[in-house]
Each structure stands twice: as C-alpha cells, then as structure tokens.
C-alpha cells in the first residue's frame, strides 16, 4: 500500500503533488519523493520521512516544471530502513523514466531473472534491484522499443499481482493499473490539466473535478493535448476490500461506493450477524468510527466515545518494525474513564490483523475498569496484494483458527466467534513444557 499521484498542467505542477502527498499521507508514512519535469530535465527530491518533513522550502523550489508525479511509501518489499529505496525511481537509457507504483508484484524474482538477461551491464540505479518497483522501472528502460509508450506496453503483460502505477518520459505522463483493479486510481480535470492519484479525496485538495477510475487493465498517456486509453489487457475486477475496510479515506469513493457509507453498512451486518448485550458501543478511532456508528444504528445500544485519538501519531499497522508499532499504540490511544467504567462495551475496530491494537486496547479497558469487552472481526489469511505480514504469521485470526483445529477461511469472522474460539483452543491445548521440563520427563 503506498500513495500516488501524478499532475500535468500548464503551470508549476510542485505544490499540486505535495498537497494531493499531504492527503495521501494515510497511505504511507515511510518515505515520500516528487520528481517534475521541464525542458527534457528531471528535477528530484526524496527521503525518508513524513511529506512535511521531506520536503522543505529549498526543496520545493527545486522542483520545476509543468508535469510531475509523487509517491508516499509503506514498504511491503525490499528494506524498510533504506533512503534508497524511496520512490520514485528514475533510470536513463535508453530512455529518461520516472515510475511510482502502489501495490505488490508476486512474479518479481521472474521479472529480475529477465532483467538480468536483457542486459548485464545495468544501470547503478537498477543493479541489485531488491523492490518490485525497481524491476519495472529497468525492465521498461530495458525493451528494444521506440519509445516509453511501446515499452510500457509491451512489460504490462508480464507483471503479476496489484500495481497502480504513473510514470513519465521526458514529454509524457502516463497510467497503469492491473486487470484486477486491485489498488484504486482516480482521475480528475484541472482547469487546464489532469491529475491522477490513489484516492479520489486527493482531487478534492487539488481543485480537480472527478472524472472516473482508471479502469482495470487500462493504460493512458497524458499530456497537453489531453488523455490517450488504451486497453493493454481484458479487465477482471476483483477489487481488495482491505480498501473499505481500514487502508483508504472515509471521504473516499471507490467503484462508486462512498468508504464511510460502506464501514457503515459493515458495522450494520456485524450487529445483524454478532448479537451482544452490551450497555455502549465505542469504536477504535478513526477507521473503526463509521462501523461503530453503524453497529449502533442497527441494535440500538448507545454510541459513545471511550479511546481518545492521539492526532499526531500516525497509523500503526503501517510502521515498519513491531516493535515501532507497539510503541505506538500506546501513544496512540487512551481511555476515558469516566465514560467505560463498570460497562460493558462492545469495542467495534475496522478489522483484527496482527492484533497488536487489540491486545493493548484490551488491557487499557480493563485497567479503566471496563466490566466486558467484545469486538469486530479478523483477518485470518495473508494478502499478496499489498499488505505486508511475514507469510500470514502475524495475522491473528489465522493462529487461531489453526489453534482451534479448524481451516484457515479467507473471510472475517465475528470477534464474539473469535472469543468462542480461543476459549476452546486453550482447553484442548495440551501444557507446553519448557526445556528442563522437558528433560525430567525424559531422562
């Protein structure tokens, strides 16, 4: 999961693409990069970090031109901890290329295997590549083509998995989504241009008026004279609902769904389908809010408001390390009191995945004196697609039903089930005995 957005105008094109980041940010908190384009010259910056600190005023100032695309990171391949592995990624010959790709290719050791053998001798920036998207970007530069256009469209067939991608030549912009339209791609008219980004919501700051999804298998070139689509492959939507769930805004419309009016009807369908007799309703702020409100809708227990949101603490699900994220739950939220005390609550999150939240709002409502604590649903099964887990391992819901003896189900279940479950997991456990244990019962 990552953000990106791409612009052409007719005026400086910089502080479009840092805004539309801004809006983005959600997507990605690792690294952010902007490239822009003038005069068949490349103008650069990237780091490490959140947008408002990559990108100073020096920075900003440096980046010239009227075409122009950025990109903020969650890294699901290759080394979290590397600046240079930030996007975007640029290669020279045999032509200038600039490429910014949200998802996550499940083909890439085929695709390095051919990039080695079209050519030994690669460019610095493309030797070694460790992420998906430095694979592309050389194996776009690398085909005996005429031009980026023909170039791009002869790799598109070859990559497998989700990807949104922008990149540009040194006159052209250009789009690409994959035939399952797993990650979502927006466009949107300036007054005298084009944009196009992860998420409708990033038009919104920019002045752009929607236009439509870049539809799956899609590619199009964009430039003064306006937008060229062509179909490079047959669409076969299978869209991730990991989008509605937690990753995009709630001001967000995906395939004409508004995200907040869906985690609504989500939070219906879990009181419909997970009765509980509780006396209030909390969410788990921001995401969990509009299934909350939904759940409240549905079975009349009363809505409040028990976790206070620290604002200035980004998301945990996509720090790069566990324990960063640990930590930052904690920062992240605190109880009220006054209002959970000696209730019982049902606490509605947008899902369960590795179930680090979970376990430290569990432990922050008993200490504030919470009577009982029920929940939503988990993720039981890892995503190729782009959420990045270590093979499903860390996905709660799957070590619990492996636990229970049951078959791991690629669909949520009800957390009063995922309850249930545990419960019976311990008393059919066998007690695990540690290592000297282990030795005294056989000598």
Request: net charge positive.
């Amino acid at each position: 999961m990552c953000g990106i957005v791409g612009v052409v105008s007719n005026a400086p094109v910089n502080q479009l693409i840092y805004d539309a980041l801004l809006l983005l940010q959600h997507r990605g908190q690792d690294a952010a990069g902007i490239v822009t384009q003038q005069e068949r010259k490349f103008f650069m910056h990237k780091a490490k970090g959140m947008v408002k600190d990559v990108f100073r005023t020096r920075n900003m100032r440096s980046l010239l031109g009227n075409c122009g695309l950025g990109q903020v990171r969650y890294p699901t391949a290759g080394n979290a901890f590397s600046e240079e592995e930030a996007q975007p990624f640029y290669v020279n010959a045999p032509f200038g290329i600039v490429l910014v790709h949200n998802g996550n290719l499940t083909n890439t050791g085929d695709l390095a295997e051919l990039v080695q053998k079209l050519e030994t001798d690669l460019p610095k920036n493309a030797r070694g590549a460790t992420t998906d998207t430095e694979i592309m970007t050389a194996l776009i530069g690398l085909q005996d083509e005429k031009n980026v256009e023909a170039s791009a469209l002869a790799v598109l067939p070859k990559l497998e998995g989700a990807f949104s991608l922008v990149f540009m030549d040194e006159h052209t912009l250009y789009a690409a989504r994959d035939r399952h339209g797993v990650r979502p791609l927006v466009i949107g008219k300036l007054d005298r241009g084009w944009v196009v980004a992860s998420e409708s919501a990033a038009l919104d700051i920019v002045g752009a008026a929607f236009v439509r999804e870049v539809e799956p298998g899609e590619f199009l070139a964009i430039n003064e004279d306006g937008i060229r689509s062509e179909m490079w492959a047959k669409a076969e939507p299978k869209g991730c609902i990991f989008e509605y769930v937690y990753l995009a805004r709630p001001d967000t419309t995906i395939a004409g769904q508004s995200i907040h009016a869906v985690r609504g009807r989500i939070g219906q369908r879990l009181a419909i389908e997970a009765p509980v007799d509780a006396d209030l309703v909390i969410p788990v702020p921001e995401s969990g809010t509009p299934a909350a409100i939904g759940y409240e809708k549905q079975s009349g227990i009363p809505y409040g408001l028990g976790l206070v949101k620290n604002s200035y603490v980004g998301r945990t699900f996509i720090q790069p390390s566990q324990t960063i994220r640990q930590l930052g739950i904690r920062l992240k939220l605190n109880p009220l009191r006054e209002i959970i005390e000696g209730k019982r609550i049902i606490v509605v999150d947008d899902s369960i995945v590795r179930g680090n939240t979970q376990r430290a709002i569990v432990r922050m409502l008993r200490e504030a004196g919470a009577a009982e604590k029920l929940a939503t649903g988990q993720v039981v099964e890892e995503s190729v697609g782009g959420i990045h887990r270590e093979k499903g391992r860390e996905a709660t819901g799957r070590g619990v039903a492996w636990r229970a003896g049951q078959r791991p189900c690629p669909t949520s279940t009800p957390l009063q089930d995922y309850v249930t479950t545990r419960r019976r997991a311990r008393r059919r456990a066998p007690r695990r005995l540690d290592r000297a244990a282990r030795v005294r019962a056989n000598p």
